[in-house]
């Protein structure tokens, strides 16, 4: 069936260096497409999202840039700090229905270990 | 604004035991998802709540349950527990299902011996 993945389950970098987590999904139809970061002990929090008529999107120290030729998706982090250590999940959102709306379907997950 | 809260945040059950899980949406978020989260499994839609009815179900069994209230708070009942529903249940709300971005709260962490 259409999945939600990431390459790496781990990924150790050093503080102030960039980070780089990528994500691959299988669904071509896929439009909308999110990343969100847990900390340990705590849910899921939104870091930042992109539709599918974008390549790419900037927030506070993030980029998220989108390749639908290769259905890749990537999570980059400028000058990464011990705050940024946690498990970071893409997710996609393309269950559209009428009568219930979307549904997300997250991949698994990638743990960013930032060492000083 | 206040965001997701989730009670209890910890629980300890033995096997053929029920549980409820509560969850309060941030105001003015109608709708409620519920997710379970396993180091194996990852992140796993259990089902979505607006206007106190069930409007989406992932793919678990009927001992997963849940309800919504006219407050949108909305509760989730596991009955005759197994040892493979340890796991986070995290809550998410979002204004209503047509909104992609959903807010997670900070899961309650259900422990089955």
């Known amino acids: 069936g259409e999945s939600v993945g990431l390459h790496l389950p781990t990924l150790s970098v050093q503080e102030g260096d960039n980070s780089i987590i990528n994500c691959a999904y299988s669904?071509?139809?896929?439009?909308?497409f999110i990343w969100y970061k847990q900390e340990s002990g705590k849910g899921p929090q939104f870091i930042i999202d992109?539709?599918?008529?974008?390549d790419k999107r900037q927030g506070q120290r993030v980029t998220v840039l989108l390749n639908k030729t290769v259905k890749h998706l990537s999570l980059q982090i400028a000058a990464t700090q011990p705050g940024d250590s946690a498990v970071y999940f893409c997710?996609?959102?393309?269950?559209?229905?009428?009568?219930?709306?979307?549904?997300?379907?997250f991949g698994k997950g990638t743990s960013l270990l930032v060492t000083p | 604004k206040a965001g997701v809260t989730q009670t209890p945040r910890y629980l300890i059950k033995t096997r053929g035991q029920q549980v409820t899980l509560s969850c309060s949406p941030i105001?003015?978020?109608?709708?409620v998802s519920w997710y379970q989260q396993t180091p194996g499994q990852g992140l796993q839609f259990l089902f979505e709540y607006f206007s106190e009815t069930q409007r989406n179900k992932g793919n678990f069994p009927g001992r997963f349950s849940g309800r919504q209230f006219s407050n949108s708070r909305s509760e989730m009942n596991v009955s005759t527990l197994e040892l493979g529903d340890s796991a986070l249940y995290l809550c998410a709300s979002k204004p209503t299902p047509i909104q992609e971005t959903q807010y997670f709260g900070p899961g309650t962490r259900l422990l089955v011996l």
């Open positions: 997710a996609e959102n393309n269950d559209w229905n009428s009568n219930s709306g979307y549904a997300l379907n």
């Open positions: 105001s003015g978020h109608r709708s």
């Open positions: 669904n071509s139809a896929s439009d909308y």
């Open positions: 992109i539709r599918s008529n974008m």
